[in-house]
């Protein structure tokens, strides 16, 4: 019994790739879908952060989530729209990536998590990325690697 | 499209629970099962069997299939316990195939077909893929090893970097 589909975006065509084997899977199960992108915690210099305060700007995990969320979420959104997946769910998240969909899948009890086989900044000798390795074997749950 | 999905089936807890994975897809998506069991059968490169003749060693005819140590390898002792012939294991292998046979007729996949293969687990797998054209390919995550704590087997690793399609890993 699949219900919810967990996907992870990093803005890779992999992963563009993965969201669309991700919805074709929670189409035919009528799952649900949850699109993840983790934007990888950096630390912000105390400078940057205190200038962004007096400036009164968002703080940059904010500003970052909001471009992330244009840049990495939006365009897979799009792709899948037309693929008659019952829900979608989008979240943009601050953190390690393996730790935060490990959690996050856990949070929504989901039944799968999807990956593309590698990412972003890959070099073409690398066969498997490192989130996607690490996904098979941290999780509790079944993990579709796409190639 | 997905019209081809093949299971890795060694016995183990985890490939069970891939088979009843894959039987769900098989379903959902109209696709054949293919369920694929690989007998261990080591076969040496040429290179190794020409390093051991040019020794004046000859190999075996029958090279041996899995050999069950019965304590910790390097003891320099001379191996005593027991050989599993090629026999023996095409019999546990019809005794893992065939309720995962079962298993599948049971949820209804349309189309199964049942593999015994022989060689090198991994290799013969990767080959599979790409000779049958398969979609998905699912896996336990670990199989009849007996290392305490291990989350990814030697097997399952390679799948998941050299396999040509998507790889499903079931803990």
Do not use: W
């Not at chain 1, 962004?52 to 979420?73: C, F, G, M």
């Amino acid at each position: 019994m699949m219900t919810r589909i967990v996907v992870a975006l990093d803005g890779s065509d992999h992963a563009l790739r993965a969201a669309d084997v991700a919805a074709d899977i929670a189409q035919k199960f009528d799952a649900q879908l949850h699109l993840v992108h983790v934007i990888p915690e950096q630390k912000i210099p105390y400078v940057l952060r205190k200038s962004a305060e007096a400036e009164h700007v968002e703080s940059p995990e904010v500003l970052k989530r909001d471009i992330a969320r244009e840049t990495v979420v939006e365009p897979v959104e799009s792709s899948v729209a037309g693929k008659g997946v019952a829900g979608i769910e989008s979240v943009v998240l601050n953190g390690d990536p393996v730790e935060e969909i490990k959690n996050y899948a856990e949070r929504i009890e989901a039944d799968m998590i999807v990956a593309g086989r590698r990412g972003l900044g890959q070099i073409s000798g690398i066969l498997l990325g490192s989130v996607s390795a690490k996904l098979n074997q941290v999780t509790d749950c079944p993990v579709v690697t796409v190639k | 499209m997905v019209e081809n999905i093949a299971v890795a089936v060694d016995g183990s807890e985890a490939s069970y629970r891939a088979v009843e994975l894959a039987c769900e897809f098989a379903v959902k998506f109209g696709a054949k099962l293919h369920l694929v069991y690989v007998i261990k059968h080591l076969r040496l490169s040429e290179a190794f069997l020409e390093f051991a003749q040019a020794e004046g060693i000859g190999p075996r005819q029958e090279p041996l299939s899995l050999i069950r140590h019965p304590g910790p390898i390097h003891t320099g002792r001379p191996y005593q316990g027991p050989v599993v012939s090629y026999e023996m294991m095409e019999k546990i292998a019809e005794k893992v195939i065939v309720p995962a046979r079962r298993t599948a007729e049971k949820r209804g996949v349309k189309a199964v077909r049942p593999e015994v293969l022989r060689g090198d687990p991994a290799e013969v797998l990767l080959n599979y893929v790409k000779a049958a054209r398969i979609d998905l390919l699912f896996a336990g995550r670990r199989g009849l090893s007996q290392i305490a704590g291990l989350v990814l087997g030697s097997v399952s690793a390679k799948l998941l970097s050299h396999a040509d399609g998507t790889v499903i890993t079931v803990p």
